[in-house]
């Protein structure tokens, strides 16, 4: 998963998809280890997108005032 490349959107939905599968029980012990340690990357770079845009906006805003 490049985080570069990955999308907000598609990071969102890559999360929903996981828990999705973890409240219907689709995942074995080993299999919802390794989807936690994926939920913990997209977290992050959902995070950090959010933070990013969130400076971005302000920075424009300032702009203009």
Excluded: F, P
């Excluded at 907000?8 to 929903?16: K, P, R, T, V």
């Excluded at 340690?37 to 969130?54: P, R, V």
Aim: contains cysteine; glycine residues 2%.
């Amino acid at each position: 998963m490049a985080k570069e490349e990955l999308k907000y959107e598609e990071a969102l939905h890559q999360l929903e998809h996981i828990v999705t599968q973890m409240e219907n029980n689709e995942l074995g012990i080993d299999a919802l280890s390794e989807q936690l340690k994926k939920a913990q990357k997209l977290i992050k770079l959902c995070k950090d997108k959010l933070t990013k845009t969130d400076n971005e906006i302000k920075k424009i805003l300032e702009k203009d005032a």
